[in-house]
């Protein structure tokens, strides 16, 4: 009987754990980790102002081209754009207006190397024009490019950065130069008829760069450069050269320097009478300045380097007129001003199609982009502004105007040999 019991519950037992285990469900799977949420991006810097910063040579030698030349069309440039509210950086979400950090190189390469570098690393500007005159701008270069800072440049015309500007891709050159100039003025020599010509050039970078572009330019043309001679920058009197070209008899007498040593040679050359047929000079003849200084009928027939006209285009004559109306008729210079406007507006098109002042990427777009400026279609290639896009190389003054005397379509009116300076 008690074998009969304990063996029925055993089955007991059996059926129920059966029974159990069937009806049981499958115990759910675990749920898998949730994936971790992607860190939102940061937010970008709080930052109320595109800087700018310039070593630019306020004193010394070069500072007549910072004060005529650059500083009045940057001025004008700033006001313009933040009059606008600035300049739109989809990166912030709004305009910011421009500013610009300055500091006197004093005409010295190594102090300009030491401000940049100044600007850059303790100032951060977020990006550079460019230092006074050819051979500042020659040793900035690599500085900005060490630097990976962007490097806007003004005046300076350094044809040899032409050839190696691609080596650096932080930094651009604007202004024409020497190997483009010095062949339309000697073409501009052989039309007009000349056969002889007298060469001054000052000892810096500019000079010799025109001395080794306009020499061969000439000789190529048949006319025999017969005087040779250098000068150092801030020279005080220039008569011995004077005297020794008109000795010579020279066609054409041409002195490829800066402001202050052109004007000298103007003012000596009317007090030694000496009257050669081509009276060619560079930096500062192309300024109105230089022409009210001596006087429109004395200037007739001066030939300089650098060129625009109120003829060049319906763009090129607002901006001369927007100039004129801000600081005055004898303010305007037909060279470097129409240059820097342009590019001030190729800069503005490319901060708002890059969205963001990242240098690089910045950067990538101020070497690839094509704007639409004052003067037509502005670019950069390889870092250098294509020559066809310039309004004009060489200029005379025609009663009382600057006038683009390039051979072609360019030319608002015909070069003339000058007149005898007037007694």
């Given at each position: 009987?008690?074998?009969?019991?304990?063996?029925?519950?055993?089955?007991?037992?059996?059926?129920?754990?059966?029974?159990?285990?069937?009806?049981?469900?499958?115990?759910?799977?675990?749920?898998?980790?949730?994936?971790?949420?992607?860190?939102?991006?940061?937010?970008?810097?709080?930052?109320?102002?595109?800087?700018?910063?310039?070593?630019?040579?306020?004193?010394?030698?070069?500072?007549?081209?910072?004060?005529?030349?650059?500083?009045?069309?940057?001025?004008?440039?700033?006001?313009?754009?933040?009059?606008?509210?600035?300049?739109?950086?989809?990166?912030?979400?709004?305009?910011?207006?421009?500013?610009?950090?300055?500091?006197?190189?004093?005409?010295?390469?190594?102090?300009?190397?030491?401000?940049?570098?100044?600007?850059?690393?303790?100032?951060?500007?977020?990006?550079?024009?460019?230092?006074?005159?050819?051979?500042?701008?020659?040793?900035?270069?690599?500085?900005?490019?060490?630097?990976?800072?962007?490097?806007?440049?003004?005046?300076?015309?350094?044809?040899?950065?032409?050839?190696?500007?691609?080596?650096?891709?932080?930094?651009?050159?604007?202004?024409?130069?020497?190997?483009?100039?010095?062949?339309?003025?000697?073409?501009?020599?052989?039309?007009?008829?000349?056969?002889?010509?007298?060469?001054?050039?000052?000892?810096?970078?500019?000079?010799?760069?025109?001395?080794?572009?306009?020499?061969?330019?000439?000789?190529?043309?048949?006319?025999?450069?017969?005087?040779?001679?250098?000068?150092?920058?801030?020279?005080?009197?220039?008569?011995?050269?004077?005297?020794?070209?008109?000795?010579?008899?020279?066609?054409?007498?041409?002195?490829?320097?800066?402001?202050?040593?052109?004007?000298?040679?103007?003012?000596?050359?009317?007090?030694?009478?000496?009257?050669?047929?081509?009276?060619?000079?560079?930096?500062?003849?192309?300024?109105?300045?230089?022409?009210?200084?001596?006087?429109?009928?004395?200037?007739?027939?001066?030939?300089?380097?650098?060129?625009?006209?109120?003829?060049?285009?319906?763009?090129?004559?607002?901006?001369?007129?927007?100039?004129?109306?801000?600081?005055?008729?004898?303010?305007?210079?037909?060279?470097?001003?129409?240059?820097?406007?342009?590019?001030?507006?190729?800069?503005?098109?490319?901060?708002?199609?890059?969205?963001?002042?990242?240098?690089?990427?910045?950067?990538?777009?101020?070497?690839?982009?094509?704007?639409?400026?004052?003067?037509?279609?502005?670019?950069?290639?390889?870092?250098?502004?294509?020559?066809?896009?310039?309004?004009?190389?060489?200029?005379?003054?025609?009663?009382?105007?600057?006038?683009?005397?390039d051979p072609g379509a360019k030319r608002t009116a015909t070069p003339i040999i000058k007149p005898p300076w007037p007694k």
């Open positions: 009987m008690k074998n009969k019991v304990l063996f029925g519950l055993l089955v007991f037992v059996v059926v129920v754990a059966f029974l159990l285990g069937a009806c049981a469900k499958p115990a759910p799977a675990p749920a898998p980790t949730p994936a971790p949420k992607p860190a939102p991006a940061p937010a970008p810097p709080v930052k109320d102002a595109i800087v700018i910063g310039m070593a630019r040579s306020y004193s010394g030698p070069l500072a007549p081209i910072t004060k005529f030349v650059a500083e009045p069309i940057i001025d004008m440039w700033l006001d313009e754009v933040n009059a606008r509210g600035g300049i739109y950086v989809a990166e912030y979400g709004k305009k910011l207006p421009v500013k610009y950090i300055k500091y006197d190189d004093k005409s010295d390469r190594g102090t300009m190397v030491k401000l940049m570098e100044k600007l850059v690393i303790e100032d951060k500007v977020d990006l550079l024009f460019g230092p006074t005159g050819t051979g500042m701008l020659f040793a900035a270069v690599p500085v900005a490019n060490k630097l990976e800072a962007i490097l806007l440049p003004m005046e300076g015309g350094a044809a040899s950065l032409k050839t190696m500007i691609s080596e650096f891709p932080w930094a651009f050159t604007l202004i024409t130069t020497g190997d483009v100039q010095g062949p339309v003025l000697a073409d501009v020599c052989v039309e007009l008829g000349m056969k002889t010509v007298a060469m001054t050039y000052c000892e810096d970078l500019h000079g010799y760069e025109y001395r080794d572009s306009v020499v061969p330019a000439f000789v190529a043309r048949g006319i025999d450069v017969v005087m040779l001679e250098s000068h150092p920058l801030g020279i005080k009197d220039l008569s011995p050269v004077l005297k020794k070209a008109k000795g010579l008899k020279v066609d054409v007498f041409y002195c490829a320097s800066y402001p202050a040593e052109n004007y000298l040679a103007t003012k000596q050359a009317i007090e030694l009478d000496f009257n050669p047929k081509v009276f060619a000079m560079n930096v500062g003849g192309c300024w109105n300045s230089f022409r009210d200084m001596f006087g429109a009928n004395v200037v007739e027939g001066v030939i300089a380097v650098g060129a625009f006209s109120e003829k060049s285009g319906p763009g090129v004559k607002e901006f001369r007129d927007k100039f004129i109306a801000r600081y005055g008729e004898g303010a305007c210079e037909h060279w470097g001003h129409i240059c820097y406007w342009v590019m001030f507006q190729h800069f503005e098109n490319c901060v708002d199609k890059a969205g963001t002042l990242d240098p690089e990427k910045l950067r990538d777009v101020l070497a690839t982009e094509t704007s639409d400026t004052a003067w037509g279609p502005f670019r950069w290639v390889n870092g250098v502004v294509p020559t066809e896009l310039y309004c004009g190389q060489m200029g005379q003054w025609l009663k009382g105007m600057y006038e683009v005397i």
